[in-house]
């Protein structure tokens, strides 16, 4: 080593952790946090990445919104619907759900591009129904496929998602599934927790679409950068951006949430150009609905993750 990249007092710096080191904290956050997690974080411009079961299937939740989006996004720029159609939503017919337009109790008129707002920065599932109703989900799948993602499909609807949850529990609503979670068997009958019954992806593509997205390529670059806009207004604050504390790093992203499972992507950007897509995807080992340390295991996984590539 040259006297140049010696440490101050002449002495040499500590070697930079090798990548199964670092593979190693991860896995030891998981576990700590009582999850098991599967990870892709990748340098958007150089492709250095890190991995851990960056190929398993995964269930996605409302990460499927994010496939959504960019079908919506490329049918628009083809012509094929029109940004600013109305679209009324009576409240009878919407999907259930916590945020949003699923929340209200009155008659909503409001556009599409207004709906894939409320459907990824607050994850309004009435929001994304409608959305989907009009984009077609054939269409949301052979874009994903047309866009190099062949382990991404969007297998359900929000509403047939949550109706599935009901019947599977043998339960009267949502509150009731978390209720069940802990008798013989529950779990293992819930095909939303199943990635070969339910809308599925991976972490590597994942973050394939994300990075295509913030380099243009997942539709023209002037419906990218809304898209980029869209995922930038998120939120929620607990999980991906709680790894990155910082006012100059900018944290995009879309959660995804269903009993025991906990996810997110998203992109990571530092003052100095870098930019990383992040895809985690957790099951918690208890059915508990609130378990902050699985929420804070998404970050600091984005977090160790993005540091070690930032010094390899």
């Known amino acids: 080593m040259s006297e140049a990249n010696r ?4 002495v040499d710096p500590p070697p930079e952790p090798r990548m199964s080191d670092v593979v190693e904290r991860i896995e030891a956050e998981f576990r700590a946090a009582g999850v098991t997690g599967f990870l892709h974080v990748v340098d958007m411009d ?6 851990i079961g960056a190929a398993e299937p995964v269930v996605i939740a409302s990460v ?13 720029a083809d012509g094929l619907l029109d940004p600013a159609e109305q679209v009324v939503l009576r409240p009878q017919d919407r999907t ?5 337009v699923s929340a209200l109790l009155d008659e909503v008129r409001m556009s599409l591009r207004d709906l894939t707002c409320l459907m990824i920065t607050v994850s309004d599932n ?6 989907l109703d ?6 949301v799948n052979a874009a994903a496929a047309g866009l190099g993602l ?12 949550h109706e599935s949850l009901l019947a599977d529990a043998g339960a009267a609503t949502f509150a009731d599934v978390w209720a ?4 013989p068997g529950v779990l293992g009958r819930l095909r939303a927790l199943d990635p070969s019954r339910t809308s599925r992806s991976t972490p590597r593509d994942m973050t394939r679409l994300l990075s295509m997205i913030w380099r243009d390529e997942a539709a023209p670059p002037e419906h990218c950068a809304a898209m980029r806009r869209l995922l930038g207004l998120q939120v929620w604050p607990h999980r991906l951006s709680s790894g990155f504390p910082y006012d100059d790093v900018v944290v995009s992203g879309k959660t995804g949430t269903l009993p025991t499972v906990r996810n997110e992507v998203g992109a990571v950007e530092y003052p100095d150009g870098a930019r990383y897509a992040v895809a985690v995807f957790t099951r918690s080992l208890l059915p508990i609905a609130v378990l902050p340390r699985a929420d804070a295991a998404i970050g600091t996984a984005a977090r160790l993750a993005v540091e070690s590539l930032r010094r390899s």
């Open 180 to 183: 069940k979670l802990d008798e």
């Open 134 to 139: 009009r984009v077609g989900r054939d269409a």
């Open 64 to 76: 499927f919104k994010v496939p959504l989006l960019v079908a919506f996004h490329r049918q628009a």
């Open 96 to 100: 259930a759900g916590p945020t949003g």
């Open 7 to 10: 440490g101050v007092w002449g």
């Open 150 to 161: 062949p382990d991404t499909v969007v297998e359900v609807s929000g509403r047939e998602l």
């Open 126 to 131: 009435a929001a994304a129904d409608a959305v």
């Open 46 to 51: 150089t492709g250095r990445e890190v991995a």
